[in-house]
């Protein structure tokens, strides 16, 4: 890592973390330039809910490749946008009997984020958003504005406004139902609440600190919106595409967003797309008016199409990810239960799973020893106080299992640092 190290912006991130040149990789399984092999918690950051490497769509990735088809078309016509597009109607959208516009934003989820929030206003004519507490919405500054992350926000260089934090789903405890007290600011016409144009929320906030939000309280916040001429955005950017079991995290709920912002694994291969999904009454855009170079990757309508009709015509892998998602949790519970110095709290959905250790350091040292161990996973939250469990969907039970064994070996190595191993069974 000679010239990463030495040439490389200071703002690199995972590259501490994992310090190690990585050269190949293979569903849950990655290989460093020393031969050492990892098996991988942490996906991309929710990019490669599929693996690396998927076979189906690497090939359907290599004949385009070589048919020398259209590369780059920013939002001119392709067959392979037409042939997503279809494939997106067909696979996703009728058999829930969703009803949306598609807008292509850009490569990335926070320029999926910028176009709700742009939209939303727009249609509205009001500039306020609300959103919540340990949110995660993107690092550009209209995304970052509704973002709860003090060090991300303070990177910004410049006031971020327009926009009002709320407390999330259970913020202050079990006790305390903050859908309430959002309804009593909007129905108190002396709380000084200026009426927004748009809630924005994550079901699952991933680098918050996997806080999970009940159907009942997503229930609640639409019906707010509903009832006070609100737009409801869901962010399904990283708790999307599966990775809470169900495509959509926000499906078990019942809700139905105005408007949806997913990318990470759209595309299924780790290619950069993202797609802002439109109730479509409230498509009122001007041609042009919200636009952007690389908005139409043609590499990654392919893979997304392929991955769409290999992996969700059928309820298979939503069935998968909630059974090894159980599987996750219960092994982590009894890795805290047989710890009485690990003082922590498992939670989440599906393969979205998240240890919130109490004692400052140990999810970070947690992860470090992971590392050292073989196993790839991230911490989360406002201290980094939660370890994320997040492997691709498909990972083997095995390959599982293994992870666990290695994780929880990590977690003895950390205690050990902390002088609170005793009693570890």
Request: one cysteine or more; hydrophobic letters at 40%; aromatic letters at 8%.
């Amino acid at each position: 890592m000679e010239y990463i190290n030495r040439l490389e912006s200071e703002v690199r991130g995972y590259v501490r973390s994992f310090p190690t040149v990585f050269t190949t990789a293979k569903g849950e399984l990655l290989d460093d330039a020393e031969g050492r092999q990892y098996i991988d918690f942490f996906s991309g950051a929710g990019a490669l809910n599929y693996g690396h490497n998927d076979d189906v769509m690497k090939a359907a990735l290599l004949e385009y490749i070589h048919s020398d088809a259209i590369t780059h078309s920013l939002d001119m016509a392709s067959q392979a946008k037409e042939d997503f597009i279809a494939t997106f109607e067909e696979v996703v959208m009728k058999p829930r009997n969703m009803e949306y516009k598609l807008q292509f934003p850009g490569p990335t989820g926070t320029n999926a984020v910028e176009a709700a929030l742009k939209l939303a206003r727009k249609v509205k004519g009001r500039d306020r958003v609300l959103f919540f507490t340990n949110a995660y919405h993107g690092m550009t500054l209209g995304a970052l504005a509704v973002t709860g992350n003090s060090s991300k926000r303070g990177g910004a260089g410049v006031s971020l406004g327009n926009a009002t934090p709320l407390p999330f789903c259970e913020y202050f405890g079990k006790d305390r139902d903050t859908a309430d007290d959002l309804r009593m600011l909007l129905e108190n016409s002396s709380s000084g609440f200026d009426k927004p144009a748009a809630i924005i929320l994550e079901t699952v906030q991933g680098e918050g600190g996997i806080n999970v939000a009940s159907n009942e309280w997503l229930q609640k916040i639409e019906a707010l919106c509903h009832e006070h001429d609100m737009l409801l955005i869901v962010d399904d950017i990283q708790a999307g595409i599966g990775r809470t079991g169900p495509l959509f995290s926000f499906e078990p709920s019942g809700i139905k967003p105005d408007i949806i912002t997913i990318s990470k694994s759209l595309s299924g291969f780790g290619l950069p797309l993202a797609l802002t999904l439109i109730r479509p009454d409230l498509d009122i855009w001007k041609p042009g008016e919200h636009n952007g170079t690389f908005r139409g990757n043609c590499h990654a309508f392919i893979t997304s199409s392929a991955a769409l009709n290999h992996y969700w015509r059928d309820d298979r892998l939503e069935k998968s990810v909630l059974a090894k998602g159980e599987r996750v949790q219960e092994r982590l519970r009894a890795i805290v239960k047989a710890r009485p110095g690990l003082e922590a709290e498992v939670r989440g959905r599906g393969l979205f799973i998240g240890m919130d250790c109490k004692t400052e350091g140990v999810a970070d040292a947690i992860g470090e020893h992971c590392f050292r161990l073989g196993l790839i996973a991230e911490t989360a939250g406002p201290d980094d106080n939660v370890l994320k469990v997040m492997p691709p969907l498909i990972i083997s039970d095995d390959n599982l299992a293994r992870g666990l064994d290695l994780l929880e070996q990590a977690v003895d190595a950390a205690l050990q640092d902390h002088g609170l191993l005793q009693g570890a069974a």
